[in-house]
């Protein structure tokens, strides 16, 4: 599956972006998706994750409380809506999926490894 993340920007500290991430594949529900990101000189880290069906999702403790992770099937795209942005949400933002039915635990929708498939990335930048 290819997929392409996009609505970032920059942003001051507290307000809002909202992330999409559209899949080129027919059969998206097939795939738990979830978001990652990368700051300069950091490793990648987990944000949000949520199962095929939408009826689990995880976050970050990071971003609890700030960030939704949402998906719509019918039209392959998974969202983050960002809320209560902070300086420190700077990074970039990647999407990820993977087809291997998952059992709804956390720690493994926290791994990179788990998934098969990354976007390219898109830069969210919050000013103080």
């Known amino acids: 599956v290819q997929l392409q993340a996009f609505g970032g920007g920059l942003v001051q500290t507290g307000g809002s972006l909202r992330l999409s991430c559209a899949a080129s594949e027919r059969t998206f529900s097939a795939y738990a998706m979830g978001w990652f990101r990368q700051a300069p000189g950091t490793e990648r880290e987990f944000v949000a994750a949520?199962?095929?069906?939408?009826?689990?999702?995880f976050y970050a403790d990071s971003v609890k409380g700030r960030f939704t992770i949402s998906r719509d099937n019918a039209k392959n795209t998974v969202y983050l809506q960002m809320n209560s942005l902070k300086p420190e949400d700077t990074a970039v933002y990647y999407c990820?999926?993977?087809?291997?039915?998952?059992?709804?635990?956390?720690?493994?929708?926290?791994?990179?490894?788990?998934?098969?498939?990354w976007g390219q990335g898109t830069q969210v930048t919050v000013s103080s």
């Open positions: 949520i199962t095929r069906n939408g009826g689990s999702t």
């Open positions: 990820a999926a993977d087809n291997t039915p998952l059992p709804p635990i956390a720690s493994l929708f926290y791994r990179p490894e788990t998934y098969e498939n």
